[in-house]
């Protein structure tokens, strides 16, 4: 056994077994002190003696082929997929109950299966006959579409092992329990570990695998976010109640890009895709009115047209109300803080409320312009130019600054018949046919140009 030497000289790092007053090494006094061999961590749980197989390494530069993939048909879905489906995959789609998961993924199983590969359908939530009736409302009834109604995964796994599908889907992830787990199905170990076996499996058998998961907001059953790090893909099919737009976001994506969206409309005969969201976006747009304002947004790869709605108006409340949907609520009172102290316009006494028409969620910091711009026209009951887009990130000390693809936005705003935008000023200009571009430095001078001298 080796000595234990626990007591270590501080001048000169000598190390003893036990105390003494002067060290042997150094001929200092009184610097050895007693000091606590390191952990080697738990006894007993350490690897031991047995080796391992040794692995292969490989450089970085090594030509391995790329993962083929197989593409629905649908833009929207391959779009926000990165380009398609990649082979031996997991992904994780999630979203609240009710917003069209289960439609979704049932019409893109067809879509697939009709593209070649071997499809199966589990679900955990409703009988074989709930499902065949939504295939017949989709009028999917005669895809080559394997079902099962199942939710005990060892059964599932086997199926999957003896069937060897291309792409299993598995509706929802929350329903699933493993026999190996002692807690409930929906618990987070279950939801883990049941995502971790569905996720080693198709790695290991070359299938691809698709979680649905539900957000919960009381926390009864484990969201979706448990197992986010363990998949290749995240996706969230988002939508406001009472609107037909559901938007489906990729926020993690190991095969292409991350915060790309897909735009689909729910109809009686389930999700069909919106090939051009700015023109319906703005189709609800009336005649324009005070705190109306058309932002030019990115989202993705792609910009879209969106109407950012503002009303202001006296309120009876000691403490106002600030009221937002679709956008932050702490950017709405930052934008609130820099038009009071920057430009001198004050809030106080106000209701602030702000909407992001069509039930679009807009988190790009270069919608702060319009909604500034929004704030203003409905404080002031002035319309802005009904021509005109707007776009821009306001920063805290009151001055505008340029946002990313500029020209793409211009573009996007020629094509829908808009001729002008406002937008901060940059050093770099850009000009697109057909549209003249009115940019500020700061907020105070915007706010002067096109409301007047305050
Ligand atoms: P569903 O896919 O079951 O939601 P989730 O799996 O996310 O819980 O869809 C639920 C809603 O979609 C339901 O309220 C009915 C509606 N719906 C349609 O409007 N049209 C359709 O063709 C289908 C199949 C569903
Ligand atoms: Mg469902």
Known sequence: MAKDLSFVCANCGAAYSK????????????????????????????????RGKQIALTDLDTQEPEPPRTQAGVA?????????????????????????????????????????????????????????????????????????????????????EAEKPD???????????????????????????SAHELTTFAKRNGMSVVMV???????????????EHMVDTVLYFEGERGHQFRIL???????????????????????????????????????????????????????????????VAPSPLSQPRRSVVGWDGGRLAMILAVLESRCGVPFTGLDVYLNVAGGLR?????????????????????????????????????ALRPVVQTENRLKEA????????ISPHQAKQVAVKGISLRQSHDLAAFVEDVFGAR
Not at 374 to 398: H, K, N, Y
């Open 362 to 398: 807009i988190s790009e910091p270069a919608a702060d312009l319009a909604v500034a711009a929004a704030l203003m026209s409905a404080r002031e009951d002035a319309a802005l130019p009904p021509e005109a887009v707007i776009f821009g990130e306001i920063s805290l000390s009151g």
């Open 76 to 160: 929207e879905l391959d779009r926000v997929l990165g380009g398609g489906l990649v082979k031996a995959s997991a992904l994780l789609v999630g979203g609240d109950p009710g917003i069209g998961k289960s439609t979704l993924l049932l019409q893109a199983a067809a879509r697939f299966a009709r593209n070649g590969l071997k499809v199966i359908y589990i679900s955990g939530e409703e009988s074989n006959a709930q499902v065949q009736m939504r295939a017949r409302r989709l009028g999917l009834e005669k895809s080559p579409v394997k079902l099962a109604a199942e939710t005990n995964l060892r059964d599932i796994l086997t199926t999957l």
């Open 19 to 50: 105390w003494s007053g002067q060290c042997d090494a150094c001929q200092a006094w009184n610097t050895i002190h007693e000091t606590k061999a390191l952990s080697s961590g738990p006894k007993g749980k350490t690897l031991g003696a047995m």
């Open 249 to 311: 976001r990729s926020v993690k994506n190991r095969f292409g890009p991350a915060d790309e969206i897909g735009v689909f409309e729910m109809t009686g005969k389930g999700l069909a895709e919106v090939k051009n969201p700015s023109a319906l976006f703005l189709s609800e747009r009336g005649t324009p009115a005070p705190g109306s304002v058309v932002f030019a947004g990115i989202e993705g790869s792609r910009p879209m047209l969106c109407e950012i709605q503002a009303l």
């Open 213 to 227: 998961g539900h957000v919960t907001k009381d926390g009864s059953i484990a969201g979706p976010r448990v197992v």
């Open 414 to 421: 020629e094509k829908l018949g808009f001729t002008s935008a």
């Open 167 to 193: 792409l299993a889907i598995i509706d929802s992830i929350q329903t699933m329990w493993a026999d190996t787990v002692d807690s409930a199905p929906g618990s987070v170990s279950q939801v883990r570990s």
